[in-house]
């Protein structure tokens, strides 16, 4: 009796998350959400002012050191998710992103956003990517720069690393508690990393 009791009471308190448990003969199961383990941001170059003008930006994929088979596919996509994420902090005006092409050098890349009126290039590199899909460690490492397009210089860099990974289960006297993984780690790992970095950047512009 005792242990439908606890059984109750524990459902009760948990009400508020009920896509978060199950039911079971010996008890709760219960699954709180992993978190995304931020390192440090290290920047290496740093603006000492920032122009104050409108800013256009143009992103392009990023490059990935890692010689795996989807390298160009994945850094479409980090660079996408990391253009979103600027987006949502509202780091520049505009932020277009051009996916048609791999990363072409910095030469051409500057040469390119001149010729689509950005006065802004943001480019990035992935240095470390390992995906643990569902069970395992998610780890991304990312490199990010910005450029001042009409002269060139290399205003901001910066390097950071995040990982996830799940938990192993607790057994308590009636719940059993694990940590669950999002159904796409990587993109929430490199979210985090993205805004992060955005929050770095901000500091820099006149407000």
């Not at 009126?117 to 990010?144: C, D, H, P, W």
């Amino acid at each position: 009796m005792k242990f439908f009791i606890l059984c109750a009471c524990s459902i009760l308190f948990l009400g508020c998350a009920a896509d978060r448990f199950d039911v079971n003969l010996y008890g709760i199961d219960y699954q709180d959400d992993a978190e995304v383990l931020l390192g440090e941001l290290v920047e290496a170059v740093t603006p000492a002012s920032m122009p104050d003008t409108g800013y256009r930006a143009l992103v392009l994929p990023f490059a990935l050191r890692q010689d795996i088979a989807v390298r160009k596919d994945l850094g479409r996509e980090m660079a996408d998710i990391f253009r979103r994420a600027w987006l949502q902090k509202r780091v520049f005006g505009t932020m277009e992103f051009d996916p048609s092409r791999a990363w072409p050098g910095l030469d051409e890349a500057l040469a390119l956003a001149r010729a689509k009126g950005a006065n802004i290039l943001v480019t990035g590199n992935v240095s470390q990517f390992y995906e643990g899909g569902g069970t395992g460690r998610t780890s991304i490492g990312v490199t990010a720069e910005v450029h001042w397009v009409p002269d060139g210089t290399l205003i901001w860099s910066a390097a950071q690393a995040a990982a996830m990974e799940a938990g192993p289960a607790k057994d308590y006297v009636v719940v059993r508690s694990s940590t669950r993984l999002p159904e796409h780690p990587t993109y929430a790992v490199m979210r985090a990393l993205s805004l992060s970095m955005a929050d770095g950047f901000i500091r820099y512009l006149p407000r």
